[in-house]
């Protein structure tokens, strides 16, 4: 069982910088896991916005690339989100996800989401 908790959403002036956190826990070997972060719009579709493997390769959808950067700190059981150069279209509940899996396009583990509004 995998648990994730995000941290370090709120809100911030366009233009600036935020970066997001994601803290797991669980009984499993938590480098072996492929996270993502999410987002989501009320009213819209969930939007895959940055993946890492467990080898640290990453993928970054375009509509972030070279804005936002995903990581992770194996030590510290923790995943991050750098976001910089923040647009209003940015906006979203964001979510942290896992899976063990990382063949699957399903990711079965998610965070509660942390809240960033740009403006």
């Known amino acids: 069982h995998v648990q994730l908790v995000e941290s370090g959403g709120g809100s911030v002036q366009t233009g600036g910088p935020l970066r997001l956190s994601c803290t797991v826990n669980g009984s499993i070997k938590r480098g072996s896991l492929c996270m993502g972060w999410f987002r989501q719009v009320p009213g819209k579709e969930r939007e895959g916005v940055a993946a890492?493997?467990?080898?640290?390769?990453?993928n970054v959808a375009n509509s972030v690339r070279g804005r936002f950067t995903i990581s992770k700190d194996s030590a510290k059981n923790t995943l991050y989100l750098q976001m910089n150069s923040l647009k209003a279209e940015d906006t979203a509940m964001y979510y942290c996800a896992a899976k063990i899996s990382c063949w699957s396009a399903r990711y079965p583990f998610w965070g509660q989401g942390t809240q960033v509004t740009v403006s």
């Open positions: 890492i493997d467990s080898d640290g390769t990453t």
